[in-house]
């Protein structure tokens, strides 16, 4: 399997369900969102940006997605309940069929401008690793079946590698694009 065919097994609209542990401060979050990932063109004017603004030539492209999600995060106090919401373009460009790079307009762990490394196992896993200003990621998205996927994620202090936090979704599709 390669990136685009990963993605494009991807699209529809999932309900995911995610246990978020901070061991930094040794605290739990529970969060529920819906999660839509659609194919978007590459001449839709958030890519044409998202290229310019990291020097990517349009012809590198094949194809590019949208991820957006609505959630509602259990964490702390009933009064600090919040709902998050947002989207992201991802633009994923091969090195090979197994790796290759991932531009997002908002990342992962901090709602910034990433480029990720990628790389896909042999059983299908994907693994995506991204630095930002202080944290590093690796997140793992696999398939457990065509309607269920699993993803965890580990979140670690870049100078000190210290793991900060790691997470845990079950993401179920109710609906195919």
Known sequence: MNIEEFFLKSVGEWNSMRSGHSLAFQEFEEIRS???????????????K???????????????FLI???????????????????????????????KGKIVRSVGYTEEIQVISLYKILDDGTLIINSSYNNVCTEERIWFVSNNLRSRSSVTRAINSLAILQTSYASEIRFCKQ
């Open 34 to 48: 819906r999660i839509t990932i659609i194919p978007t063109k590459k001449t839709d004017s958030r890519v044409i």
């Open 50 to 64: 998202l290229l310019k603004d990291n020097l990517i030539n349009n012809n590198e492209v094949n194809k590019a």
């Open 68 to 98: 957006s999600w609505e959630a509602k995060s259990e964490w702390g106090e009933e009064s600090q309940k919040e709902k998050m919401s947002g989207e992201s373009i991802l633009i994923p460009i091969e090195f090979s069929r197994t």
